[in-house]
């Protein structure tokens, strides 16, 4: 058996009942002033069984309250976010079935209040929930394998969730889907089990071969990936009978590596939701393994976002936790990188995202607050390096923020943990 390391005395004191919370955090503080955590301090059954993870998030958690500690302190921001009014996130499945009704209800909500774009900009969105696929599709490009990845997606769930709260009166927060607890059955997670306090089941099944991806601007870089077991229309849960009205932009289509488009995505084009949830896709891109080995094992955040999306400038034939978690649910506009958050699973994709990118960042925050890279996907066209001053605008949903300022959930416009 593998001699445990420095890191992993704490691990049974987290994961079991024999200390209290006093004792636990002790310890992992202890153990984090020694040194950031490595894939050698667990063993590989720690690693996919979810422990290490449990372990991790648990450790950020800890240190995550000495951050909240000193920004409250150092009156980082207006309001001062502290331990004592951080709102907190967490996993669908914990929540209780009248907490995952009322966020079933507000998303629900935000569907009947108006758009808040300009006239014109994007007539398919006809409500304030298509105006985050709109703005989402119009930036994709500015968005994914560039330096903002990870601030831009954050600050537009939070956004997400202010929505959820200030238009539809919901008082928690937006859930996270642990992809890690779902990947032998996805169909079967209480995210999409067609409960009605799920976000829906299954797209109805037809007989279909898999997808093709190709790496982008290489069309001869294949990605196969195995068929999933639905491809209809989502026919049962709250999101039944659901109208998606932006798009498609770019939906793989099957057993080719073609893709299904309008050519004006903008405009209104009403059709249902579909999913073709994949066991095959999570199992191979988003288990526990997949999360805990890419925030153990990159020390920056150039090659953390590299191996997040799938950057293939650094890797090949993958799809990262990111494209993993986006095709595990599929269908349209599930597998549209441009108009995705039009399936309300999105949010707790992206949550996840989130959390995974907290986690990493409060296991060494203090050398954990850096961005890297360009201002357009993959360099083309080439772009200049973005700075912490530049902007995110996601206006009229939010006012414009700087990148340096989405950089702790304790600073800027943030106070939210994940536990």
């Known amino acids: 058996m593998k001699q445990l390391t420095w890191l992993l005395w704490a691990v049974p004191l987290l994961l079991s009942g024999t200390t209290n919370a006093a004792d636990a955090s002790t310890s992992s503080t202890a153990a984090a002033s020694k040194k950031v955590p490595s894939s050698s301090d667990f063993s590989a059954a720690q690693i996919s069984s979810g422990d290490a993870l449990t372990y991790l998030s648990q450790l950020a958690k800890n240190n995550s309250d000495s951050v909240a500690a000193s920004a409250a302190s150092a009156k980082m921001r207006r309001g001062v976010c502290s331990p004592a009014n951080v709102r907190i996130r967490r996993e669908w499945r914990t929540l209780s079935k ?3 009704k009322a966020y079933i209800n507000a998303v629900k909500c935000l569907r009947t209040k108006p758009s808040l774009l300009a006239p014109g900009v994007a007539p398919g969105s006809v409500s304030l929930y298509d105006d985050f696929v709109a703005i989402h599709l119009m930036q994709t490009l500015t968005i994914h394998l560039t330096a903002t990845f ?41 995210v999409f089990d067609g409960s009605d306090t799920s976000l829906g089941g299954n797209g109805q099944f037809f007989s279909h071969p898999g997808m093709i991806l190709t790496e982008p601007f290489n069309a001869t870089a294949l990605i196969p990936l195995p ?5 209809g229309c989502v026919q049962t849960g709250p999101f039944a009978n659901f109208t998606e009205h932006i798009g498609p932009v770019a939906v793989a289509k099957y057993g080719t590596t073609d893709t299904d488009s309008v050519p004006d995505p903008l405009n209104d084009h009403p059709r249902c939701l579909k999913r073709d949830l994949n066991a095959g896709i999570a199992k191979r891109f988003t288990s526990f393994y997949n999360t805990t080995t890419l925030i153990l094992q990159n020390n920056d955040v150039e090659h953390f976002q590299a191996l997040m999306q799938a950057d293939p400038r650094y890797i090949h034939g993958e799809l990262g936790v990111h494209g993993g978690g986006h095709f595990t649910i599929g269908g349209d506009p599930g597998s549209d990188p441009f108009i995705s958050p039009g399936d309300p699973a999105f949010f707790l994709h992206h949550s996840q995202i989130d959390r995974v990118y907290w986690i990493w960042q409060m296991l060494d925050f203090p050398n954990r607050k850096t961005i890297f890279g360009t201002g357009t996907f993959l360099n083309v066209p080439p772009s200049a390096n973005v700075q912490l001053t530049d902007t995110i605008d996601i206006t009229p949903l939010a006012p414009v923020v700087k990148v340096g300022d989405l950089l702790s959930t304790f600073a800027g416009p943030f106070c939210y943990i994940y536990v």
Not at 151 to 162: A, D, L, N
Request: aromatic residues 18%; glycine residues 12%.
């Open 150 to 190: 990870l601030t831009w997606h954050r600050y537009f769930t939070w956004t997400y969730e202010e929505h959820l709260r200030n238009d539809c009166g919901y008082t928690g927060t937006v859930p996270y889907w642990e992809w890690g607890l779902d990947v032998n059955n996805p169909a079967a997670s209480p």
């Open 227 to 231: 068929p999933g077991t639905g491809g």
């Open 98 to 100: 009248n907490d995952r």
